[in-house]
DNA sequence: ATATTAAGGATAACAAATATCCCTATTTTT
DNA sequence: AAAAATAGGGATATTTGTTATCCTTAATAT
């Protein structure tokens, strides 16, 4: 069971994003060479972004997309469902039903209590996604990165920017 | 992401053979009727109990598996790593080392501040996987599942196991 | 001896993730 | 008005992982 790789594509977007002045948009183009990675198929990811409305976009030249709330409104659960989608990790097939033993038309009234358990372990990820908001990623991002890097790739973004 | 069907699998067959009396074992023919699988594919997911040491085998006829260890010292996460793997959810693919600004020789030191994230929240289900016991599980069951079906199931076991 | 079992290798069928290509509508620039 | 650049999205490969079956081997009980 792995994530898919656009969670990785799609929140290092996000943080590129939110270093992003006011009103100007940054392009595929530009996010897919900044990090190296297929254009076309980040694409995808930046559009799942856009479908949940995490991020804004605009057409033609200059075109692009920048974030649709504050980095501070936006949480990692949000980013990450936006690509991986909001579905449980745990699916129950309902193998209890096959019981021989049970009576011909006996129904459960709730789920498995298997079930039951797993999905609280996949509650308490999404907790811990939900609690680290994009803010606190840029935080510690301008933290560790070092300096002259950073500015460099504030201003290669920059120079991008439409 | 979605987890393998073995998970529930392997869940519930240690359910059953919790319930199974001391020295006695289970076959997988009779985990796969009781349980409406596959055989031969639910073998593969008993292998992983097995390799992993949570589970006893023994050959021959009346051969197959008891638990390896008391219920109340089994833990979900135990039981799901067995068939899921060890590995975490997220994967870092670096892709921070294409920015075009760095320098060339350049090497971070520490992991990527969003891989350290996702792999908080990766520890988080973990953690919640870690503090339920599979002894915890037949509490749960034993109240909730109708205690004729219950004394049936129990009989159906002890009729076929070896 | 015979039957039954776990273990494991080989392989096929199927589904999902990854990736590319191409077309359309929109918007900026020229 | 024309041209260029963009997001969006459909179609379609390619690759990988999951699901499933088959078969052989060694061990064990009857
Ligand atoms: S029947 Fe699906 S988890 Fe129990
Ligand atoms: S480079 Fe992999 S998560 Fe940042």
Redesign the pocket.
Same mark, same amino acid.
Request: hydrophobic share 30%.
């Given at each position: 069971?792995?994530? !898919?790789? =656009? &969670?990785e594509w799609a929140l290092h977007c996000c943080a590129i994003l939110a270093g992003l002045p006011e009103g100007r /948009? $940054? +392009?595929? !183009?530009? $996010?897919a060479e900044f990090h190296g $990675?297929? !254009?076309? /198929?980040l +694409?995808?990811a @930046?559009?799942s @972004? +856009? =479908?949940a409305g995490l &991020?804004h976009?605009? @057409?033609?030249? +200059?075109?692009? /997309?920048r974030l649709a709330k504050a980095p501070a409104e936006l949480t990692f659960l949000e980013i990450v469902e936006a690509v991986?989608?909001r579905s449980r990790t745990f &699916?129950c097939t309902n193998i209890r039903a096959n019981n021989p033993c049970r009576a011909p038309g006996y129904c459960e009234e709730t789920p498995c209590a298997v079930a039951r358990i797993m999905w609280e372990a996949d509650e308490a990820w999404r907790d811990k996604l939900r609690s680290v908001r994009l803010s606190d990623l840029i935080e510690i991002l301008s933290q560790e990165i070092p300096s002259d890097l950073l500015k460099r790739s504030f201003a290669w973004v920059l120079e991008?920017a439409?």
């Open positions: 069971m792995i994530l !898919k790789s =656009q &969670v /948009y $940054l +392009s595929t !183009k530009a $996010l $990675l297929p !254009k076309e /198929y +694409s995808k @930046l559009q @972004l +856009s =479908q &991020v976009t605009t @057409l033609g030249p +200059s075109g692009g /997309y991986e989608g &699916v991008r439409g």
